[in-house]
């Protein structure tokens, strides 16, 4: 029931257009990254701990054996490739599966793809408020045929924002390291 | 009598995982680059990839896995939709036609290992059965490679 809310409370939002990246530096951002959220050491995190850098943020969950390993390992090859620029960026991984997903369970993973890597979780309604901010989109799916009897549906594109918080971009899901590489070194 | 024999005959090919006489089909499928993530532990599910390559005449079709490593291996497929929400969901059976590939892919068709029965270890391999639609069974070696690998080559 609530998950069903959930979902048709975030269907009404406006769609990210990937496809329009907008360079222009001056003008207001879409939309800024706001959030309250708890990392896999158990301490808490808000979009004010990463100001001045920017921010890579990526949307998944820990039992997804295909699209979030994939992309956290195209993250963890990007940080590598930016070298020393990589103190520019911080990787982030926001779990929209809070009922597996506990501090201790992206403890057990999120630190074999990058020592910087972040992952983040909290509270049913933590995450749903982050994905209304961040202007994602989640569900949970009943499948019998997957772990748990459920698997979610999620935006699986990586998102990039600004020093200030302010969306700046999003590469969409299976986009090779190096491209992400080289626009990323373009706006550092 | 000539029944039981056959039926002997029958029961030895699939316990030994050969093609039965009446195959027509999968013995002519080619597996290539297969691969595998390492696990954390065995509470979460794992995915292997790999091409199946189809070199004979006749389409053949993959219905099922079986591996001594998962108690519910299953092909699934992720999708994402126009607005970039992927979601995966069974396959279910998957044809190849004469002369063509398909690829379990990141992001496509893949492997979905559930109900993990050992940890995957980098650098091992395991034992993948894939069983098809004409009563053939090809096993194939599986490389587990690093968690944060990106393809077959690591």
Known sequence: MLWGLAAIAIVGFVWLQVSSRSDQRTDEPAFRADFELTDHQGMMQTDEDFAGRWMLVFFGFANCPDVCPT?????????????????????????????????????????????????????????????????????????????????????????????????????????????????LRARL | MKSSIAATVFASC??????????????????????????????????????????????VTLVGLETPLAMMPDIHETTTDANGVSSMAPAGDIMVPPGETVSLEPGGLHAMLMRLQIKMVEGETFPLTLNFADGGALTVDVPILGIAARGPEG
Do not use: C
Not at chain 2, 24 to 45: F, H, K, L, T
């Open chain 1, 71 to 183: 992309t956290l390992a195209e993250v963890a090859a990007v940080m590598d490739a930016l070298g020393s620029d990589a103190v520019q960026v911080q990787p982030l991984f926001i779990s929209i599966d809070p009922e597996r997903d506990t501090p201790q369970a992206l403890a057990e993973f999120i630190p074999y793809f990058d020592a910087d890597l972040i992952g983040l979780t909290g509270t049913a309604d933590q995450i749903k408020r982050t994905s209304e901010t961040f202007r994602i989109y989640y569900e949970k799916i009943e499948e019998a045929a997957s772990p748990d009897g459920y698997t979610m549906g999620h935006s699986s594109q990586l998102f990039l924002f600004d020093t200030q918080d302010g969306y700046a971009g999003a590469w969409t899901y299976g986009t090779p390291a190096e491209e992400i590489v080289s626009d």
């Open chain 2, 14 to 59: 699939l316990f030994i995982g050969l093609p039965t006489i009446t195959v027509a089909g999968s013995e002519d499928v080619v597996v290539e680059d297969a691969w595998s993530r390492a696990s954390i532990g065995i509470n979460r599910p794992g995915a292997a990839y790999m091409t199946l390559r189809n070199t004979g005449t006749d389409p």
